[in-house]
């Protein structure tokens, strides 16, 4: 963090000297969301994402727009599969992936979560990909709320997001060979 002194004789007519601190304020990903509309819709399912407050994700590109998300699985699709969405967005417009922590709502990277699944909690599309901000609080949920697996960002597949699709009631994850 970078400070900045300010200094100053005479103020106020006195000989004193006057030194002021300002802190750079530190760029946090929650404070880089971008505010929606009460209109905005999912690109991937059409559902309004407003009404969805602790399940909103985004991806925003470089030029300033973005798209916001009703839930993880809708946010990935588009992440996998841009074009079929969007056919004037290309993964390299790809600027922030923001995804949102479950229990404190603070809006994280999309490379720093732990992606919970399996569990009884569904999001409005059903069975979920539940992001925390850390390791410890998703060991926790998946206790709580008899999650299955923690996957990280690098071992999410689109084959993944249809198993989760494909499950009713539970999750049933294949033993990997």
Known sequence: ??????????????NTLLALTLKRKQSRPEDLFMPISDRERCPVCGMFVKPYPKWITQIQFRGGHQHSFDGVKCFFRFYFNPEKF?????????????????????????????????????????????????RASA???MSDHKGLKIYRFQDIT???????????????L????
């Open 1 to 14: 963090m970078s400070n900045l002194l300010v200094a100053g004789t005479g103020l106020c007519g006195s």
């Open 86 to 134: 969007d056919p004037d967005v290309k993964p390299a417009s790809f600027n922030r992936l923001l995804v949102r922590d479950y229990y404190t709502l603070r809006f994280i990277s999309h490379t720093e979560a732990y992606y919970v699944i399996g569990s009884n909690i569904h999001g409005p599309m059903g069975h979920e990909l539940i992001p925390f901000a850390s």
């Open 139 to 141: 060991r926790i949920f």
């Open 158 to 172: 689109p084959e993944l997001l249809e198993l989760l699709d494909k499950s009713k009631r539970t999750v049933v």
């Open 174 to 177: 294949e033993e990997e060979n």
